[in-house]
């Protein structure tokens, strides 16, 4: 009976203690003017630069899947409008690709004529001759450009033999291996842009064709990859002279321009990364020697660069003959005029000819139809809207031309995309002059006229120069940089880095990136393939 007693006592006081304790709890919480507030946590700098990295790293993957898959998947196209003018483009160069690209195919009908059916970034060609990148990984077929466009492109793979500026048409033929039962035809044109580029220089040098290499197309990276193999494996066969062994390993490269340096700074590297490992007994055998009739390399660059790129080639022991003159090639040796006027004998195994550029027998042919007005031999002449001295029709750019611009991609390509500009602001000036003539109010012509006005106003073509880039081996390269008023040089292994990404930047598509990017890695993991094609 006692324990019961105990027991409800005690609860009875709890319930007490509750009820005592609760309200001052209740009121302490309603009138307490303090506030409990968290203390975020302080990030580090290098704890947003890592997540700024990461996020942005993970935006750049996403946005080229995106476009790759955009690559993959084009768009339906409308098709041909026989009421809309026709564009027939020669040529699938700088020029004439960048023309294509940026070109509004909702105003005209465009047709494409070219002996090869793709697009070739030719600053990284001298690096596929030694297999630093794939050869695959430069080209942009043209009908993946044309497939993108909002109208049907028709893309025809051939050479232009005749243009008829009378009648305007031009005729084609089908060069290919294979032909049909029709291998030429005549195309007919309201516009022509012709972009067909230039050919290599011999200077009416006996032997050049016959027994060297040029560096202009892709056949032409591919021919000199197989001989430097087979240079080099003529050199490892038993019982060679050693006469005969140097005369094989020696490597001559005629021209002192971006793509002679560039070359010989690729086959520099391919013998000091790979061949040191591969053919040792050979390696040191190897000589590289570069001809240039002028008295420097390089002649656009700046004086300290060309400096810089001498004393990098003789650290790499590329010997540089300048103020030297070939006079003839033969099978085995050339023969050259040195800066004394002596006249002597260079023997080689492997020799490139990376000279200047004559005009293409089509340009010959079109620059006899215009006697009075052109008459340049180192190609058409143009006014300040890349339209052909002489013709209102026909418009002319790239190394087809001869204007005050030296003969570079860079003006080219800017060439290009100038004249798509212009062709638009045409198209809109055609279409006003058809809506004046059918304005109903003297207000809206009037309107109309205003806009015509600015659409009459066309301005010329204006070159803007940005810089001139070279890869000189070592992983160095020299930079020619437009800064304010005069220039910026520089060069190194900064520069390099420079230099690549500007290339990578200026590749055109997704594609093309990924597989130069992918190429880049594979030799710097893997190395150089010496297997001869």
């Not at 006899?368 to 002489?390: A, F, I, M, N, S």
Request: net charge neutral; hydrophobic share 40%.
């Amino acid at each position: 009976m006692q324990s019961v007693t105990r027991t409800l006592t005690g609860a009875i006081n709890r319930r007490a203690n509750v009820r005592t304790i609760l309200p001052c709890l209740i009121r302490h919480r309603l009138y307490t003017t303090e506030t409990t507030t968290s203390i975020p946590k302080k990030r580090s700098k290098w704890n947003i630069l890592a997540n700024g990295v990461k996020y942005g790293l993970l935006a750049g993957v996403g946005y080229g899947c995106y476009e790759m898959y955009l690559q993959r998947h084009p768009h339906a196209q409308a098709e041909i409008d026989p009421e809309k003018k026709t564009i027939v483009i020669l040529g699938s160069g700088w020029a004439s690709t960048s023309f294509l690209k940026d070109i509004d195919t909702d105003h005209y009908n465009v047709v494409i004529v070219s002996p090869r059916n793709y697009f070739l970034f030719t600053p990284l060609l001298p690096s596929c001759t030694v297999g630093t990148v794939d050869v695959r990984s430069l080209v942009e077929p043209t009908r993946f450009i044309a497939r993108h466009k909002s109208r049907d492109v028709k893309v025809c793979e051939a050479e232009c033999t005749h243009i008829d500026p009378a009648n305007k048409v031009v005729t084609i033929k089908n060069n290919s291996d294979i032909a049909g039962n029709e291998s030429e035809s005549a195309l007919p044109y309201d516009y022509l842009i012709i972009g067909v580029g230039a050919m290599n220089a011999t200077f009416g040098i006996e032997g050049v064709e016959k027994y060297g290499c040029f560096l202009k197309e892709v056949w032409d990276a591919q021919k000199i990859r197989s001989k430097l193999m087979d240079c080099i494996e003529s050199a490892a066969f038993p019982d060679q002279s050693a006469e005969e062994i140097d005369r094989l390993l020696h490597m001559v490269v005629v021209g002192g321009g971006p793509t002679g340096i560039e070359y010989a700074a690729e086959l520099h590297d391919f013998l000091i990364d790979d061949l040191t490992a591969w053919y040792p007994e050979l390696a040191g055998k190897v000589k590289i020697t570069l001809v240039e009739a002028l008295p420097n390399v390089l002649p656009a660059f700046s004086k300290q660069l060309i400096d810089y790129t001498e004393s990098t080639f003789k650290e790499q022991n590329i010997s540089i003959h300048t103020k030297t003159m070939v006079k003839e090639v033969r099978e085995k040796e050339i023969v050259v005029k040195r800066p004394d006027g002596s006249v002597g004998t260079i023997p080689y195994g492997l020799l490139v000819w990376a000279t200047g550029n004559t005009t293409r027998p089509l340009v010959r042919d079109l620059i006899k139809q215009y006697p009075d007005t052109q008459k340049d031999r180192r190609g058409l002449v143009v006014d300040d809207w890349l339209r052909l001295q002489g013709s209102e029709d026909i418009f002319a750019l790239g190394d087809a031309t001869a204007t005050r611009y030296a003969p570079t991609a860079q003006v080219a390509a800017q060439q290009g995309k100038y004249l798509a500009r212009l062709f638009k602001q045409l198209a809109v000036r055609d279409e006003l002059e058809a809506e004046i003539s059918n304005a109903e109010t003297e207000e809206d012509k009037m309107k109309k006229e205003r806009k015509l006005k600015k659409a009459r106003d066309i301005k010329p073509f204006h070159y803007s120069h940005q810089g001139s880039l070279c890869y000189v081996g070592s992983d160095k390269a020299v930079a020619d940089l437009p800064f304010g008023p005069g220039n910026l040089a520089t060069g190194g292994v900064a520069t390099f880095a420079f230099w690549r990404s500007a290339y990578i930047s200026n590749l055109f598509s997704t594609r093309n990136r990924a597989l130069v990017i992918t190429d880049w890695i594979k030799k710097t993991a893997l190395g150089r393939d010496i297997s001869r094609e």
